[in-house]
């Protein structure tokens, strides 16, 4: 039972630009600070960024080069991301914040040269 759809993940080169969306249930989405994660190789999924019901975004460690913003009207959230570097490779997730048991497939995104 999948909660959320993410979609927008793409090979980049260094240096560019990716902007991952995400759509889910109004009843969950409209309700829950939501967040993005990832997961790179071999790694465990991290939080990337949370944004709260009313737009107030929160970074971790990715102000700057990170965007989080969510459209309450349409139950998306969308990350854009500049500046990639090849550290970014992972998969990305969204999910409310904290995150619930049910994760999305994620959408893939490298970065290479």
């Known amino acids: 039972q999948v909660r959320f759809v993410e979609s927008g993940g793409e090979s980049v080169q260094p240096g560019q630009s990716v902007t991952l969306s995400c759509v889910g249930p109004?009843?969950?989405?409209?309700?829950?600070?939501m967040a993005w994660y990832r997961q790179g190789p071999g790694e465990q999924r991290e939080l990337v960024a949370r944004i709260s019901v009313e737009g107030r975004p929160h970074y971790t460690r990715f102000s700057g080069r990170f965007t989080i913003r969510r459209d309450n009207a349409k139950n998306t959230m969308t990350l854009h991301m500049r500046g990639m570097h090849p550290v970014d490779t992972a998969v990305y997730y969204c999910?409310?914040?904290?995150?619930?048991?049910?994760w999305g497939q994620g959408t893939q995104v490298t970065v290479s040269s």
């Open positions: 999910n409310t914040f904290p995150a619930g048991t049910i």
């Open positions: 109004s009843d969950i989405f409209n309700a829950n600070e």
